[in-house]
């Protein structure tokens, strides 16, 4: 079974940066084909921030992040990343990896593996 464990949150100041990072193991690690980052702020809806094909040959964000953030992922290392740029507020939110698209589009669809969560908290 594939297991994704997420590292590398935490506190920063308004304006500041974050890289997260994914760990994929078990399973088919093919799945890294398609990858993507969740948040969920307290008391919202999750929300599909970042999503890519295999060697970025499609990159995909929700608005808010645009400009901001950047996925990627290193096939030799199993690992995928989210560096997170000019981090706002707003961008406070347990942060999820995730895998396995079941249906639906790659930022609102189904997915059927997630990692555990890091938490990102900015400061204003």
């Known amino acids: 079974q594939v297991q994704l464990v997420e590292s590398g949150g935490g506190s920063v100041q308004a304006g500041g940066s974050l890289t997260l990072s994914c760990a994929v193991s078990?399973?088919?690690?093919?799945?890294?084909?398609?990858m993507g980052w969740f948040r969920q702020a307290p008391e919202k809806a999750r929300e599909g921030v970042a999503a890519?094909?295999?060697?970025?040959?499609?990159?995909y964000y929700t608005d808010s992040v645009t400009g901001r953030f950047t996925i990627s992922q290193d096939n030799a290392k199993n690992t995928v990343y989210l560096q997170m740029d000019s981090l706002e507020p707003e961008d406070t939110a347990m942060y999820y990896c995730?895998?396995?698209?079941?249906?639906?589009?790659?930022?609102?669809?189904?997915?059927?593996?997630w990692g555990q969560g890091t938490q990102v908290t900015v400061s204003s």
């Open positions: 078990g399973g088919d690690t093919s799945i890294m084909n398609l």
């Open positions: 890519m094909f295999t060697g970025g040959t499609g990159t």
């Open positions: 995730v895998a396995g698209l079941v249906r639906g589009s790659l930022l609102t669809g189904l997915y059927r593996d």
